[in-house]
């Protein structure tokens, strides 16, 4: 299993940005698919969550509104768009896969086996 994400780098408050996660090495489309972060001297923290259909999303409360989280399986990519960054969205951005196959999603770090390295977002004028 690998997933690597892209697309983090700087943007100014209010901005935008979309990361991706490339999946390989299991059945992407079978699988519960999330994202987590986690800033300088902060736990890691879940961001948003989408189930292995794409039907059903979960966004940690300050995202919601602002983020979207969504999947191609078709080229076995996760996706998460970020809106109107803020400085406190500052942080390393990892891609994670649930640890069973059809399952819902979940907010619970240990229940996602594999992760990506991560990808830094700076939201900073």
């Known amino acids: 299993v690998q997933l690597v994400e892209s697309g983090g780098g700087l943007a100014q408050p209010g901005g935008s940005l979309t990361l991706s996660c490339d999946a390989s090495g299991f059945i992407f489309s079978m699988y519960a698919m999330g994202w987590f972060r986690q800033a300088p001297g902060k736990e890691r923290e879940f961001v948003a969550a989408l189930n292995w259909s794409g039907g059903s999303a979960f966004y940690a409360t300050s995202v919601k509104g602002r983020f979207t989280i969504s999947r191609d399986s078709a080229k076995n990519t996760l996706y998460l768009q970020m809106n109107s960054l803020k400085p406190e969205d500052t942080a390393l951005y990892y891609c994670?896969?649930?640890?069973?196959?059809?399952?819902?999603?979940?907010?619970?770090?240990?229940?996602?086996?594999?992760w990506g390295q991560g990808t830094q977002v700076t939201v900073a004028s």
């Open positions: 994670a896969k649930h640890d069973g196959p059809r399952r819902q999603v979940t907010i619970i770090p240990d229940r996602y086996d594999y």
